[in-house]
């Protein structure tokens, strides 16, 4: 039943009423079992979110729109995370340290020491 448990302000991306940052994506929201339809529809919510996010879009509408020709919005996309990569200030390297060190324990926790193949050799391929 569409919209039984949870209100979406727009079906198309998944919104949640109420919650502006927050989306629901795949069969969730597509009321199709078909995992390829699925993930089709989560990549597509993922990649509008975080478009919207670093401001490179300015409205769904042009989403909507970008969306139909990827190809030729994807040299877009592009240089505009390009644009805004290049306004922000440079790093403080006792952050950047910081985020290696937290990356490198995280790797720790979970086994990645040899390797991304020998990793997933080891724990599996997601699902």
């Not at 998944?14 to 995992?35: D, S």
């Not at 597509?44 to 909507?64: H, I, K, N, P």
Request: some cysteine; hydrophobic content about 35%; proline content about 4%.
């Amino acid at each position: 039943m569409k919209g039984e448990l949870i209100d979406y302000s727009d079906w198309e991306f998944g919104r949640v009423a109420g919650f502006p940052t927050l989306f629901a994506a795949g069969n969730v929201v597509t009321g199709k079992g078909n995992i390829v339809a699925s993930r089709k529809h989560a990549k597509y919510v993922s990649e509008q979110a975080v478009e919207q996010y670093l401001g490179l879009v300015e409205s769904d509408e042009t989403v909507r729109q970008g969306v139909a020709k990827p190809e030729s919005h994807a040299e877009g996309v592009a240089n505009g995370i390009a644009a805004e990569l290049d306004g922000q200030p440079a790093a403080d390297p006792a952050q950047i340290e910081a985020a290696l060190e937290r990356v490198r324990r995280r790797q720790q926790d979970v086994g990645y020491d040899a390797g991304y193949k020998s990793w997933i050799e080891k724990a599996g391929r997601p699902c």
